[in-house]
């Protein structure tokens, strides 16, 4: 077993929030939110972040060539989510390379504002055929464009949220 550490999961400005609130097919028989699909939140986390902050959409990307699978994915599960809880996911975007985007998330449950996951993706940027291309330069433009200047705020919640042990 892999006992590497990803290293802290830190979110940096700009930070995208969305609410979500689970619904019963996200559970298992326990009524707990099943662990995978913790994955499938992310990726809303990430689509909503592109499109609020870059401006652009996935579907856009895509025509435009450029896909982005996960090449690595991180999840700590810190405390369960169960069906009707209304969750904060918040995501910011790590860091860049010219061949990969880094993300990073934070979700935590509004009621008693309690981390539940935190977690990252890492994504490739390829061509249509699967294989490895570079971040177009206007897409790099912007990202860059994100990354400089910002603070970087470990377990940031604007709303008073804290990570409980």
């Known amino acids: 077993m892999n006992k590497e550490s990803p290293g802290p999961i830190e979110l940096k400005e700009p930070i995208h929030r969305l609410s979500y609130r689970v619904i019963y097919g996200d559970t298992d028989t326990g009524g707990v939110v099943y662990y995978g ?9 990430r ?14 990307l895509e025509h435009e060539g450029l896909i982005l699978p996960v090449s690595e994915a991180y999840c700590r599960y810190k405390a369960p989510a ?3 809880d209304l969750l904060e996911l918040s995501t910011s975007l790590e860091n860049f390379s010219k061949f990969s985007i880094r993300f990073h998330f934070l979700i935590h449950r509004f009621d008693d504002q309690r981390l539940l996951v935190r977690g990252y993706t890492v994504h490739a940027a390829t061509d249509r055929s699967g ?3 570079r971040l177009p330069k206007d897409f790099q433009t912007v990202l860059t ?3 400089s200047n910002r603070s970087r705020v470990q377990g ?10």
């Open 37 to 45: 699909n913790y994955l499938r939140i992310f990726e809303m986390g």
């Open 47 to 60: 689509t909503e972040f592109l499109r609020s902050m870059l401006k652009t959409s996935y579907r856009d």
């Open 82 to 84: 169960h069906y009707d």
């Open 131 to 133: 294989r490895l291309t």
């Open 145 to 147: 464009g994100i990354c």
């Open 156 to 165: 940031f919640r604007g709303s008073g949220f804290t990570e409980k042990p």
